[in-house]
């Protein structure tokens, strides 16, 4: 019995670019055949629509378009080639997500989802019906079991597929990244493989998408559940695994695997993914952000850069009489460095212009956060107005503990298209910028050493207004992510007037997130579509 080639297809598609995405397949399967001699060639989860689809999938002229995709792929894809490729499709009056099987011009068969997702960023039992049948295609000689992303998360359909007869078992992905995922993912391949022995291969998708982004790393582990090949995270290709066919039994060959990162290096390289993909997908020409000689906009400066090259990315210093020197030296120093487009414009007639005609409104009143928002929407004035002449993405720049406690300015600095750090703590905030420029120098060591400070007041600190980031960033991770009450949060050794003011701040401020850019989620729970809390309501942060 012959060696079996299968190629792990791991792409970036294009939501909703129905034609575009069945060319990226067709294209795949020929590079596969002539590269590494593919008898098998795995496309990831939905790769047809992109992932999520979301309401599009309600379209009436979803179900026409794919079949004229599956139509083409039918006629164009090269032959001696089996395709399995993921589309949803509509059956029997219901929508499924569905793992097709090509060969040779004729689709052999289809596998339906069973185990659908809806916790955290996933939502789709709003879409989908759930399968209840297992599919093992024969081909030359293998076995393939076909499961789909949730799939192996649960026991009962990797042993279904393997009690129908499976000796491969080949899963269709579509599973973002957060912090430490790559690591829990690998764990459970090893693991799903090992309970059913069974070797399991993992083609994930790569990319941003929205908020989502998609990092790859698909993986072949063998039977007894050691990693045997694993594509580069981070990169589009094709990564081809060798079966070979010993004692009866479907053995994956050692090839490459990818090694092992700092997970500031993982977590920097999906906040760049994220940002290159909104920008070059939604066909901007490239980003304006204003520069303050801070640490926020300066990470996002030079993730801007890499994500998008210096000639795509123009800087604004916008200087206002609490503005420090050293605040204009550094953004100077920093526009200078990673060489992009750099302008100052000075805020304080526009802010005094405002004032003048305030004067008589703000009669009698005392000076307080009102004059220091003024000047942070003056700011987001000018922003906006290059975009609109420009055609460049606003890049706003609040980190996830400001979004968190409200330390932002609506239709100030929190106005924008995108956001790269928004899922990223300050302490996170601190780390990347070490770790960046480690790999070369991108950010003055004086903006990551001074104290953070929003400059709109005289000898301004965050530590006026707010608990130490360390300390603040603690009690938010339990409280965001951990769903822990204000006083099990005091147990866990907090001081109680920090947690309560923290918390507080939190479900007071939901307003502002609802209204703020959309930004890449890298945590296990991010602001948007897996935190949705009622604007409006009377809970009490106790217990």
């Known amino acids: 019995m012959q060696d079996l080639t299968l190629v792990m297809a791991q792409l970036d598609p294009l939501v909703g670019d129905i034609p575009g995405n069945t060319d990226r397949a067709i294209e795949a399967v020929r590079e596969a055949r002539i590269e590494h001699g593919a008898d098998i060639v795995v496309l990831p989860e939905l790769f047809l629509t992109g992932y999520p689809p979301e309401d599009l999938l309600l379209r009436p002229a979803m179900e026409s378009r794919l079949r004229h995709a599956r139509t083409r792929m039918a006629e164009k894809v090269v032959r001696d080639v089996l395709v399995i490729v993921g589309y949803p499709g509509r059956r029997e009056g219901q929508t499924w997500n569905l793992a097709g099987v090509l060969y040779n011009g004729e689709w052999l068969g289809e596998y339906a989802k069973q185990a659908l997702p809806n916790y955290q960023v996933f939502d789709e039992q709003r879409y989908f019906a759930a399968g209840?049948?297992?599919?093992?295609?024969?081909?030359?000689?293998?076995?393939?079991?076909?499961?789909?992303?949730?799939?192996?998360?649960?026991?009962?359909?990797?042993?279904?597929?393997?009690?129908?007869?499976?000796?491969?078992?080949?899963?269709?992905?579509?599973?973002?990244?957060?912090?430490?995922?790559?690591?829990?993912?690998?764990?459970?391949?090893?693991?799903?493989?090992?309970?059913?022995?069974?070797?399991?291969?993992?083609?994930?998708?790569?990319?941003?998408?929205?908020?989502?982004?998609?990092?790859?790393?698909?993986?072949?582990?063998?039977?007894?559940?050691?990693?045997?090949?694993?594509?580069?995270?981070?990169?589009?290709?094709?990564?081809?695994?060798?079966?070979?066919?010993?004692?009866?039994?479907?053995?994956?060959?050692?090839?490459?695997?990818?090694?092992?990162?700092?997970?500031?290096?993982?977590?920097?390289?999906?906040?760049?993914?994220?940002?290159?993909?909104?920008?070059?997908?939604?066909?901007?020409?490239?980003?304006?952000?204003?520069?303050?000689?801070?640490?926020?906009?300066?990470?996002?400066?030079?993730?801007?850069?890499?994500?998008?090259?210096?000639?795509?990315?123009?800087?604004?210093?916008?200087?206002?009489?609490?503005?420090?020197?050293?605040?204009?030296?550094?953004?100077?120093?920093?526009?200078?460095?990673?060489g992009v487009g750099y302008e100052v414009l000075p805020i304080e007639p526009m802010v005094e212009a405002f004032m003048d005609t305030l004067a008589e409104s703000f009669a009698g009143t005392e000076r307080d956060t009102t004059e220091e928002n003024l000047q942070s929407r003056c700011r987001g004035v000018l922003l906006m107005a290059i975009s609109n002449k420009k055609g460049l993405m606003v890049l706003s720049t609040g980190n996830k503990s400001e979004m968190a406690v409200g330390y932002a300015t609506l239709y100030g600095d929190m106005v924008g298209g995108y956001n790269a750090i928004k899922d990223v703590y300050k302490t996170w905030v601190y780390r990347l910028a070490r770790w960046r420029n480690s790999q070369s120098p991108a950010i003055p060591q004086r903006v990551i050493e001074r104290p953070p400070s929003a400059e709109l007041a005289p000898d301004q600190k965050d530590s006026d207004s707010l608990p130490g980031y360390d300390v603040l960033d603690a009690i938010l991770v339990r409280y965001i992510e951990g769903d822990m009450s204000a006083e099990a949060i005091i147990a866990a050794g907090f001081d109680r007037g920090d947690v309560y003011k923290v918390v507080k701040l939190v479900d007071r401020c939901e307003y502002k997130r609802r209204q703020a850019p959309v930004g890449v989620r890298v945590t296990p729970r991010g602001f948007g579509r897996d935190r949705r809390y009622p604007i409006v309501n009377g809970w009490q942060p106790g217990e």
């Open 132 to 338: 209840t049948r297992p599919l093992v295609i024969d081909h030359q000689g293998a076995k393939l079991g076909i499961l789909i992303c949730e799939d192996i998360w649960k026991e009962a359909p990797v042993r279904q597929a393997r009690d129908a007869g499976a000796d491969i078992l080949i899963s269709l992905n579509a599973s973002p990244f957060h912090q430490d995922k790559p690591e829990e993912r690998l764990q459970l391949l090893k693991e799903r493989a090992a309970e059913v022995a069974r070797p399991l291969v993992y083609v994930n998708m790569i990319g941003g998408q929205d908020e989502l982004v998609f990092d790859g790393g698909s993986a072949c582990v063998d039977a007894r559940g050691k990693l045997m090949v694993q594509a580069p995270h981070w990169a589009v290709g094709l990564m081809p695994v060798q079966f070979v066919h010993q004692k009866g039994q479907w053995v994956p060959r050692p090839g490459e695997t990818d090694p092992e990162v700092e997970p500031e290096e993982n977590l920097y390289c999906a906040l760049v993914t994220g940002l290159r993909d909104y920008v070059n997908k939604s066909g901007f020409e490239g980003v304006v952000l204003g520069l303050s000689g801070g640490i926020d906009s300066a990470l996002s400066l030079a993730i801007a850069v890499d994500a998008l090259g210096p000639q795509r990315v123009h800087a604004v210093m916008m200087p206002y009489r609490y503005t420090a020197d050293i605040s204009k030296e550094d953004a100077a120093e920093q526009a200078k460095l990673l």
